[in-house]
């Protein structure tokens, strides 16, 4: 045990590594814990929990988002959850060949924008099981959901369905 009295000070047991003086480099470390609320989005996650895609549907005018939204942006109404088809068409796509830290390792991966029928906005997600040579615009699609979910929008992706 550390009897010093920085012993229990979380920052004065806190030290810099220099890698280089000139150019100074430091290797450092960066670490947040945090409190994140979804508030009215919950629904929305927790239904990816349970493999339902929901959408927002405008009480008013009926326009049908794709993604979580309280109120219309076309004339301000509250809007209600319904569920998204469960089959879908890549509206377009793009291979990332770089991305962030936690998906470097899986590059290069595919990034598609989801039509939905009858729904008027697209939704942006994961393609998975497809080598990305073979995407095309049009490949009809559906959702795959987490068996163990994290909460967050990686809990869905797309895979290609299969053309019998
Ligand atoms: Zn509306």
């Not at 339902?52 to 005018?61: K, V």
């Not at 992706?157 to 019998?164: D, H, L, N, R, V």
Request: glycine letters at 6%.
């Amino acid at each position: 045990m550390n009897e010093s009295p920085e012993g229990s000070d979380p920052l004065a047991q806190h030290r810099v590594e220099i890698l280089s003086m000139d150019p100074l480099i430091l290797r450092d470390r960066y670490e947040i814990e945090y409190r994140h609320s979804y508030a009215q989005d919950t629904p929305f996650f927790l239904g990816l929990s349970k493999g339902e895609l929901l959408g927002s549907r405008c009480t008013q005018c009926r326009y049908f988002y794709a993604t979580p939204r309280r109120h219309c942006m076309e004339c301000g109404h509250a809007t209600t959850w319904e569920r998204l088809p469960t089959t879908a068409r890549i509206h377009t796509f793009t291979v990332c060949y770089y991305g962030s830290e936690r998906f470097l390792k899986e590059t290069p991966y595919v990034l598609i924008l989801v039509e939905f029928e009858g729904v008027n906005t697209l939704f942006l997600s994961r393609l998975k099981g497809v080598d990305p040579e073979q995407v095309r615009i049009g490949m009809p699609v559906r959702p795959r959901f987490a068996k163990e979910p994290t909460y967050t929008v990686t809990d869905v992706w797309f895979e290609p369905i299969e053309q019998g």
